[in-house]
Every structure is written in C-alpha cells, then in structure tokens.
C-alpha cells in the first residue's frame, strides 16, 4: 500500500480513478501516512528552552485546538472538534486517510464482500477490543450504524443503507437501497464504533472506543482541556506513542499562538496568517495544505427578500473576494469556483462565478425591487470574524446596509436547527460561518448531501428545501448514486455544481489553505492534513535532545 500512497500535497488532485482504486492487499499494516516519513526532517529550533517543558514533551503529545463546539458523541457527530478527536478513539469498519482520501482497512478485515447487486457482507478483524477490555462484537457494529442512520446529520449520508445485520458472529450484513459503486467504502468509514452497552448519557461525557487513544478527561469549553491516555488494548496500526495527548481548547487566534509560541503545546491548529512572522520567530513552522476550509455565507431562503435568488446573488457578486484572501489570508486561499475548490476529485467550473462585480450587484438589488436592502448578518465568533468588516463594507457600497451579530458556534445555531412550524419563517437573514465537510472525506455526493441534503442544513437553516430547486438537486445526486459509469456520474454532479451556484442557499466565498504551526524539531511522524482538525496517528513528540 505504501507505493500506492500520494503526499499530502497531492492528494487533493484526488483524481476519481486513484479514489476508486480497489482496497485489495491494502491491510492495517500499510497505511499512507507512515511514521518513518519525516525521519530524514531537518533541524529546527525546538522552541522554548524551558527544562521542564523540554522534558514533558517526551511524555506528552500537546497541542492547541481551534474549536470548542459540539458534543464527543460519536453518533451523528458534526463538530471539527470532536471529529479530529474522534479520529484518535474510535475505529471505522474502514478508514480513511486524511492525507489522500484513500480508503483503508480498520476493523473489517477485507475489502466488502459483494453477494449480489444490492447486498454486501463485511467481515470483522479478529481480537477486537475497546480500550474498557470488553470485546468488540457484531452488536456493536450493527447498533452503531442503526443509531447513525437515525441521527439528523448523517441519516442522509448514510441513505443507501436499507438494512444492517449480524450474519454470525463475525460476519456484517448490509443491504443497500440503491447501488454506491466505488463510493461504498468511504461512506462506510463514516460510522465510528462504539460499546452498545454505553448509555446516551456516557456517550455524551466520556464516550468509548477501540481507537489508540482514550479519553482521559473532556472539557471542551474554551480554556479548558481534552486529555487521551493510550488504550492498553489496541493493536492497530497506529498505536499510542507517548504516556499522554493533550488538547488545549483556545478559540482565540493569539491565546492559540501565545501556547505555541512559549513552548506549552508543539502543535496549533488553524495559525492566523497575521500571525505567521510570529511564530517563525518563535522557531515554529507554519505549514499550509490547499483544502475545503470555507467560510460561506448562508441565506434565509423562506424569508423575503432572501427567497429571490436574484438578492442572494447580488449579494455574492458585490463582494471583493480577492480583496479579502490578499488582506485578511495573505493569499493563502482561492476564489470560489464551485462549491468544491480545482484542486478536487471530481471538480467542476460552475456556470455560475461570483466575480466581484458590484454594478451587477446593484442591477439584481434593483430587479428584486430591494435596493434599499438593510439586513442582520450573523457573524460565528472565530476566524471568519476577520471577514466581516469587508463584507459588510462591500455590501454597503451596493446600498446594502447590515448589521453584524457576533456569536459563538452554539448561539450561532441555537434557534435556527429545527424545522420551522408550518408557515413560520425563522428569525434570521444571513449567516457567515466558516464549515469543512472535507473531515469526512473528499467523495462529492458527501460533500453536496452535507449541505444541500434532506437535513438540518436545507430543512432549518437555509430552509431551502421548501423550494423546486432542491428537489432537482435531490433527483440529480439520486441518480448519480445509481450509475455506475464514471463519466456519466461526472456529468450528472455537473449539473449539481450549476444549480447549487445559481441557488446559493449557502456558498462558499473561498477555499482557504489550512495553516498548522508546530515544532519540527519536537515532532517526529508529523504531517498536515488539508482539513480543519489535528492528526496524530503515528506522532512521536520529542525533546530537543533527541535525534531527529
């Protein structure tokens, strides 16, 4: 498998025949993502000279997140905090990795076994266990997927799933409601197994896994701590390599660079691109990975004048985005083209570019009759806070006046994620949030289902599943599904791209590099992944006397 592995800096190429490859002789044993990759790293400063630090690092894999939202349940789960987490304490009947997108071997011990069109068996590996000592059975495997398929997020993506059951003891049944193709595997990965026997209140405080990690503790608010012991049961790939993990929760980008900077953590997710000179001088390196970290702009499709496409538009076209990526990104981000970035399997120009041209602008405002616009912009109160003055200042310069709201990611949501009653439009007009579907793999009808699916996002959010238009986009993914043949599947998501870039419920104004500050020399195994979230599998942390 290793010679079939591609660098972190070309997997997002992702062309769909290396994401198609098949899974045969690909085992546990030879994942993409080896540790002895960086063995050959050159020296770097190690950071803060501090002994006592110095000697920690040796025992203690430490780092800054960027995120404090959702909850560590692995059922539906949706928050780029707990899923980068989740990435260390749980295993997948299939995993992904996240340097390639290429889909491996976790706690199924082949590729899945094809009984007939629509019907599938998955066997599992043998010896199994979660980090409590209690055996990983079919049970486990088969209740996870039933309480995934019925979870709000993710009850969509795993809509090719008709039934799930244990055939015997060892053996996973999986009936299919329509056919997935090449796209099976990674959609399996998605489900994270746990005990059964867990109860929804453990789950949602210290939930358990069969991963190498296990949580310690959890206390995910910001300034607070996530802390993982390794699980002494493990026997995968990509065993614990340190007596502790430690996760530092600082939503704040200089509270984040401030750990990175003294010495505290080796590691920090999303670096600030204003911060760069920073943390070079503090002996760290800031690397960036071309990914699907965006900040997109969400409309209330049921409330006017949001429900004319025409004001959704012109509020996309008014706006300098090339501007902001040189002022606030330092240019590590490209304009949106499509919803995915060029650099995607599967991409495709939309018919639709939002090029800044703000007399088209004012010329939609004013066939839509709202060219007095004033509006409440919702702004999450993390990094896309940055953008906000040059929207609303873009905005203004068309005649659109708007009012920011900073909120955190709960408040963010808080009132805007059931369906609204019956002719009751929700109490909001936009939305600038930042969101990386990426996390769970680069597979389109993902990434479309994520957004524009049958879920909380077009059913309370954008409220656009109320229109024509999304039950087109419905039937588009439907079919596409069920082809078999690629190109046509490529022509089928084409029209997908069109239609959701002339809609834009929600679109994305740039996909962002993602930038990760850390300490070359105290790390050893360490590579970047292009999606929001920190990947550890296969880390050592050094102390700078070790050889590198």
């Known amino acids: 498998m290793n010679e079939l592995a591609l660098s972190r800096r070309a997997f997002m190429i992702g062309a769909a025949s290396l994401a198609a490859a098949a899974l045969a002789g690909c085992s546990s044993e030879g994942t993409g ?23 920690r690092v040796a025992s203690v894999l430490s780092a800054a997140v960027a995120y404090d939202d959702g909850s560590c349940n692995p059922i539906g789960c949706s928050s780029t905090l707990f899923v980068a987490a989740g990435w260390h304490v749980f295993e997948g009947l299939y995993e992904l990795d996240l340097h390639t997108y290429r889909t491996e071997l976790g706690l199924a011990a082949e590729i899945p076994l094809q009984v007939s069109d629509l019907e599938y068996e998955v066997t599992l590996r043998e010896g199994a266990v979660f ?3 209690s055996p990983l059975t079919v049970n486990d495997v088969c209740n996870a997927f039933t309480r995934n398929r019925e979870s709000d997020f993710y009850a969509p993506l795993l809509s090719f799933i008709q039934s799930v059951e244990a055939k015997d003891a060892s053996t996973v049944s999986f009936k299919l409601a329509f056919p997935m193709g090449t796209l099976l595997q990674e959609r399996l990965a998605l489900v994270r197994i746990f005990p059964a026997a867990q109860t929804d209140e453990e789950l949602n405080t210290l939930p358990i896994g069969s991963g190498p990690w296990r949580y310690d503790t959890i206390d995910a608010a910001d300034g607070g ?12 790939a990509f065993p614990a390599t340190c007596e502790r993990m430690e996760w530092a929760v600082a939503t704040d980008d200089e509270a984040r660079t401030q750990l990175l900077c003294d010495g505290q953590v080796v590691c920090a997710e999303a670096a600030p691109e204003v911060m760069a000179d920073q943390i070079t001088e503090s002996g760290a390196v800031v690397d960036y990975v071309p990914g699907m970290n965006v900040p997109f ?48 399997r599967g991409y495709h120009r939309a018919a639709t570019v939002y090029s800044y041209d703000p007399e088209r602008a004012r010329a939609l405002l004013a066939e839509a009759g709202a060219a007095d616009l004033t509006l409440t912009l919702r702004v999450n109160d993390n990094w896309v806070r940055l953008l906000a003055e040059s929207v609303v200042g873009d905005w203004n310069a068309v005649g659109v006046t708007a009012e920011v709201v900073y909120l955190d990611q709960t408040a963010l949501f808080a009132d805007i994620s059931e369906p609204p009653k019956k002719k009751q439009v929700l109490p909001f007009d936009a939305v600038l949030c930042p969101g990386d579907p990426s996390r769970f793999g680069n597979d389109p009808d993902l990434i479309m289902n994520w ?15 109320y229109s024509k238009e999304f039950d087109t986009l419905a039937d588009l993914l439907q079919e ?14 084409n029209q997908c791209y069109d239609l959701i870039a002339a809609e834009a419920p929600l679109y994305p104004l740039f996909h962002r590099e993602t930038a990760t500050a ?10 970047p992944i292009s999606a929001t979230g920190l990947l550890f599998l296969g880390t050592t942390p050094m102390k700078e006397s070790d050889p590198i």
């Open 33 to 55: 993502t080896s540790p002895a990759s960086d063995a050959t790293a050159p020296d770097a400063p190690a950071g803060s000279p501090d002994p006592e630090i110095n000697e």
């Open 225 to 236: 701590f996530i802390t993982f012991v390794p699980n002494p049961h493990y026997e995968g």
């Open 297 to 344: 702009l969400m409309f209330n499709c049921e409330k006017p004048p949001f429900d004319d496409v025409r004001v959704r538009q012109a509020l996309l076209y008014a706006l300098d985005v090339d501007g902001m990526i040189g002022r606030v990104m330092a240019g590590h981000a490209r304009p949106a083209t499509s919803l995915l970035p060029d650099y995607f």
């Open 518 to 527: 850390y300490f070359e020399g105290r790390l050893s195994g360490y590579d």
């Open 480 to 493: 596409a599904r069920a082809v078999s043949d690629e190109n046509e599947q490529q022509r089928l998501w």
């Open 131 to 133: 980090s409590d000592g």
């Open 451 to 465: 957004w524009y699916g049958s879920n909380v996002w077009t059913l309370a959010r954008s409220c656009w599943a």
